[in-house]
């Protein structure tokens, strides 16, 4: 391996370390975001489920909740376990098939949705400040070309 290729390898495992970074570097503003908003009995991959149910328009299965925000059936089964005992959503058969079960947010995630969409701006608005409009759209659009790879 020549030292351009060896540079490059370094450069890529930087990347993936520094996307892991970002990763819990966000979870962790977000926590401090949601006590800010007296959300605290939300943790912040919860969230994300119900920013994610929110912006869904309808009611999902936890297959579907699951894909889009790229996490295991058996761990978003358990944030919906916690936010179902905590009233955020609720779970009901499916009425064209009795096997799915659909999930959906309640009144009490819809009344809290203003303080949910000020800790996500907040955290976009410290995660993007220095890029711009260009920028942002060519990074989503790499890190989604990666992803995808992956995925």
Request: aromatic share 2%.
């Amino acid at each position: 391996m020549d030292e351009t290729t060896r540079a490059n390898r370094r450069l890529q495992t930087q990347i993936v370390l520094d996307l892991q970074r970002v990763r819990h570097g966000a979870d962790r503003r977000v926590a401090e975001l949601l006590a800010q908003e007296g959300l605290t009995q939300v943790t912040p991959a919860q969230a994300n489920a119900l920013m994610a149910l929110v912006n869904a328009q309808k009611a999902v299965t936890g297959a579907e909740l699951a894909r889009s925000l790229g996490r295991s059936e058996v761990t978003v089964s358990r944030f919906l376990k916690a936010l179902e005992a905590a009233g955020w959503v609720a779970r009901e058969r499916d009425a064209d098939d009795s096997r799915r079960v659909l999930v959906r947010p309640t009144s009490k995630t819809r009344t809290a949705l203003a303080r949910f969409v000020r800790v996500s701006n907040a955290l976009l608005d410290d995660a993007f400040a220095d890029l711009g409009e260009d920028e942002i759209v060519k990074l989503g659009g790499h890190i989604a070309a990666v992803a995808a790879r992956l995925d």
